[in-house]
């Protein structure tokens, strides 16, 4: 690609909407909400963030709230996610914080649903699960849930 197909692209992809929440006013996606604060998930997949005050390119983007569910850290998620292998300044036990927004439309978009940096979770439950580290105490209160509540949190991922 020549340097204005890259200038393009960055263009288009910082103008993509933000994928709509779904299924709001649900009481699964309710009750999921609650359990998603309960198991202390926001403490890194922060439910809003801002944008910048002044974005030069694209000044309609400035000062919007959107819900992507991430803090955008390093965060140690514990030795069964750890991949053996330093990335700069990240350790072999630090993952990014990724964004949650439209993940269960995964599947549609991508053809797949494999969750997690290397796809080994199949499912929110097992993704959940496979966190360890700063978010242990997330997994444990997430795994002592009522399975309606772990339901409706599944639920209320796959709506974001």
């Known amino acids: 690609m020549i340097d204005s197909d890259w200038q393009e692209m960055e263009f288009w992809l910082q103008g993509l909407a933000v994928p709509a929440r779904r299924a709001v ?15 202390k ?78 796809g080994r979770a199949r499912t929110i439950a097992e993704a959940i699960l496979w966190h360890g580290g700063e978010a242990e105490g997330s997994r444990e209160i997430f795994r002592k849930m009522p399975k309606q509540d772990r339901a409706a949190l599944q639920f209320f991922v796959e709506s974001i």
């Open 25 to 39: 006013t649900d009481p699964a996606f309710v009750r999921g909400a609650g359990s998603f604060a309960e198991a």
């Open 41 to 118: 998930c926001a403490i890194c997949h922060v439910p809003e963030l801002r944008t910048a005050a002044k974005v030069p390119h694209l000044p309609q983007l400035a000062n919007q709230t959107i819900r992507a569910y991430t803090d955008l850290l390093l965060h140690d998620m514990g030795d069964e996610l750890a991949d053996g292998r330093p990335d700069f300044r990240a350790g072999p036990r630090d993952w990014r914080t990724p964004p949650l927004w439209g993940l269960g439309l995964s599947k549609t978009v991508n053809g797949s649903a494999a969750l997690l940096h290397d």
